[in-house]
């Protein structure tokens, strides 16, 4: 049997120019209650960006089998997208306008694996230790009941937009 699933999204162009001209926490928030659009890579998995404070992230998201691997669970590029997502976020929320970041390590540690049983699961981000250049942030994945699924550390590099 085959199955298909069809979404959109809006241009990203508008949205990288308003993230070069805002302050991150507005920025991050703006794009968390819609006033901007999500970006493609949330339509592509089907997540969300429930929750953002300064330093702090929580997106959500909703296991599926469109997200399987060959073995019939999660594949793990998903669980490093939410958490890359969530670290940074929480970074981003940090950064005054005209800023950017990018993420130059991603450590995921994989503890349960996830499938469409499992539910919806959140991916927290949070800092670690934020320096003039480099940002060190967290995230875990935890389940309903708040079990980790899985959790990152993730090494970000600031640097100028204006």
């Known amino acids: 049997m085959t199955r298909s699933r069809t979404f959109e999204w809006a241009d990203p162009t508008d949205l990288a120019k308003a993230g070069q001209e805002l302050a991150g926490l507005e ?47 999660v594949h793990g590029g998903v669980y490093a997208t939410l958490l890359d997502s969530a670290a940074g976020c929480a970074v981003h929320s940090t950064l005054p306008a005209g800023t950017a970041y990018t993420t130059l390590d991603l450590n995921v540690k994989f503890l349960r694996p996830i499938s469409s049983q499992t539910g919806r699961v959140r991916a927290i981000g949070t800092i670690i230790n934020a320096g ?14 708040e079990r980790l699924l899985a959790q990152a550390t993730s090494s970000c590099m600031l640097f100028s937009v204006a």
């Not at 703006?30 to 970006?39: H, I």
Request: without cysteine.
């Open 27 to 73: 920025f991050v928030r703006a794009m968390a209650s819609g006033k901007l659009p999500a970006p493609p890579i949330t339509a592509t998995l089907n997540f969300d960006l429930d929750e953002v404070e300064t330093g702090r992230a929580v997106f959500s998201f909703e296991p599926s089998e469109e997200h399987y691997n060959p073995i019939g669970s």
């Open 132 to 145: 003039r250049k480099i940002v060190l942030a967290q995230a875990v994945l935890v389940d309903s009941r």
